[in-house]
Structures are given as C-alpha cells and as structure tokens.
C-alpha cells in the first residue's frame, strides 16, 4: 500500500467516525490548561470504607480522567496512599516516622498500579514513574521523560511521593507541577470544596469559592499542608479544590465552569 493510500484510508476514518488514531474526537473544545496535575488522595480509590481498593471508585475516575483526556489535555496525576498507610499516624504507635512514611509510598504504588491498569482498559497509554526505585514496576522519575510522556499524549502517574520521609503527597503534587511545568493542580476531593470549617461537622459551615493561600494557613484550613502551598504559590500555580464525585466535574472545569475553591495569589499583592 503506499503512503499516499495509505493516509486516505486514516482520513475515511476520522471522517466517519469522528476521531483520530488516538481515539481522541477530532473536534476539540476549548479548554482553559492545556496541562494539568490532578491531585488523588488515597481515600478517593477507597471508595465509601476509605481503606483498601474499591474498584468501583478506581473504575469512576479512570473514566473521569479519560473524559479530560479525549479533550487535549496533557495529565499527570499525584496519588496518595491513606487508604493503606498514614506514616505520620503510624509514627503515633511507635513506628520510627521515616520508616512510616516509606511504607507510606508504598501504598501510593500500590494506587498508582491500580489507577494505571483502569486507564489502560480504556484504551489509554500511561506511565507510572516512582519517586523511590522499583524498576520492575515503574519508570525512575526524571523531569525530562515525564515531560517528554506528557508530550507525546501519556498519561504519567506520579508514585512515591516526593522519595523523602516528612513530606506530604500535596508537597509532592506541587513538587511536580512545578517540574513539569502544569498550568493548574487540581485537587480532587469528596466535598464541594473550601470551607471555613469542616462541612461534614458544621452544617453551617460557609463555602469559600476563591481564598488566598496565606488566608488559608491563617485561618487553619487543612486543605493542604504550609509546604504544599508555599511551593505552589512561589511557582504561581492555582490550586483547584473540588468534588471529583460530581460526575463531569472534571470536564467542566477543564471548559471554564466555575467549579470547586480556587486558591491562588491575586494580582497586585
């Protein structure tokens, strides 16, 4: 077959089925990052029990991701590993905290594994790079290949943390954004977004759809952790807190709708 037939066949195609040999629709919308992190606490793969692996929920956002994908969005995503391990809890009961917080990225693998293998049924390339050497399972992370997965349309799942104890998973998450270059962290949650206090406790709580990041720490709000924050805002990216389990709620934010708490630093101070 030569080439040139060969190019009309791949026309034909995407004329009739309206998307490319990516499985992507040919006719992208408009979306606001053009590349993005998306921040996975362990609790969202762990479905209502918040431990272990709910499939289920695994299933959920490998389709969630997957709709942000067929709209041109490069997608690195940051896992925690709270469903399994928390090493600053199990530091409490007499675990040396270094050592908690290794098994800690652990359990972030074992998420990471998890998520991938979703993605991949749907019919998505991904990459899993750890920050902690397991070669037989992911990629060693380097700055240069993620971007290069990114750019060549992979998924890229960032697993173990920042590779250092007494570092959060937000920390990683900023870590990497700032690294990769994304335009936004989004940070998936199960609760609309930032409140001045915790929802689940105050009714009454108020919903803050935009607050600065020093309001933030001022105020206490456990959204993400001071280092998380600092480094996010010292490399002005937003941070996007939202509800993941609304369903679309990704897309919509990718297309401009006002979704979820934005934390940023306006302009000017």
């Known amino acids: 077959m030569s080439f040139s037939n060969g190019l009309n066949i791949v026309r034909l195609s995407e004329k009739l089925y309206g998307k490319n040999l990516c499985g992507c629709d040919n006719k992208m919308q408009k979306i606001r990052w053009k590349r993005i992190l998306l921040k996975l606490s362990g609790e969202t793969l762990g479905g209502k029990g918040k431990f272990g692996l709910d499939v ?24 925690g590993g709270g469903n399994f391990i928390r090493g600053e809890k199990l530091s409490q009961i007499g675990i040396d905290r270094a050592t908690a917080d290794y098994m800690g990225m652990l359990g972030t693998t074992i998420n990471a594994l998890a998520l991938q293998n979703m993605l991949e049924k749907l019919g998505l390339f991904t990459r899993v790079l750890s920050a902690i050497t397991m070669t037989e399972v992911a990629e060693p992370f380097i700055r240069r290949r993620a971007i290069r997965h990114l750019e060549k349309r992979r998924i890229v799942i960032f697993a173990g943390g920042t590779g250092s ?31 001045e206090a915790d929802p689940r406790k105050n009714k009454n709580a108020k919903f803050l759809s935009e607050i600065n990041p020093l309001e933030m720490v001022k105020r206490g709000l456990k959204v993400m952790d001071l280092t998380a924050v600092t480094l996010a805002m010292e490399n002005k990216i937003p941070v996007i807190v939202f509800d993941v389990f609304q369903k679309d709620n990704l897309k919509k934010l990718l297309l401009g709708e006002k979704i979820g708490s934005e934390i940023k630093v306006k302009e000017g101070t």
Do not use: M, Q
């Not at 998973?169 to 609760?191: C, F, G, P, Q, Y």
């Open 165 to 195: 104890p007494y570092f959060s998973t937000d920390t990683a998450a900023a870590l990497r954004a700032s690294e990769i270059n994304a335009e936004v962290i989004l940070k998936a949650t199960n609760v609309r977004g930032v409140y």
């Open 56 to 79: 289920a929920s695994v299933d959920y956002i490998a389709k969630e991701v997957k709709t942000a994908y067929d709209l041109g969005c490069e997608i690195a995503l940051v896992i």
